[in-house]
């Protein structure tokens, strides 16, 4: 297994950008909340560490992980974002479900980052089980939303640099 002995919420705050200033999107699916609300947290709490300011964080609620992409249209949209983290998990059942949802969603941010200025984390987890989302939530793999706001600074500071 990849992640194995793999703690996601590892990070050195000193070695990623100052995030003072950025404004950052949060798109959270609804569906299998106790997942994406520790996802959630782990974001948040993350920029907030790395110096973003509470007002310039902005949560938008969709109702499942296949609704994260037009969520987060609607916030590139705005042009006002310095990032947005699509925040979702999708748990393989005895269907073809899993299979559309987890490429649909995959396609959707890809298109979304070729598309607008503002750089697009996929923070989805796409788990065989509850339990391995639990490990990636905040379990013994840490949190995979910590690893998402980190990626959401850098891609955010990255996108900066290269425009000035």
């Known amino acids: 297994m990849a992640t194995a002995h793999v703690n996601l919420s590892e990070f050195d705050l000193n070695k990623i950008p100052d995030a003072a200033g950025m404004s950052i999107g949060l798109v959270v699916a609804e569906w299998n909340k106790e997942i994406t609300e520790a996802l959630y947290q782990g974001a948040y709490d993350t920029l907030l560490a790395a110096g973003c300011a509470e007002d310039n964080i902005t949560r938008i609620d969709v109702p499942g992980t296949f609704e994260l992409v037009y969520g987060a249209k609607l916030l590139c949209e705005k042009e006002e974002f310095d990032a ?14 899993f299979d559309y949802v987890c490429q649909g969603v995959t396609y959707g941010v890809q298109e979304l980052n070729l598309s607008y200025e503002s750089p697009v984390i996929f923070c989805v987890l796409t788990d065989n089980n509850i339990e391995q989302s639990r490990a990636r939530s905040g379990g013994k793999h840490g949190n995979k939303g910590v690893e998402c706001a980190v990626a959401a600074i850098k891609m955010a500071a990255l996108r900066d640099s290269v425009s000035d």
């Open 84 to 97: 947005i983290i699509v925040i979702g998990t999708v748990i393989q059942g005895e269907t073809k479900h």
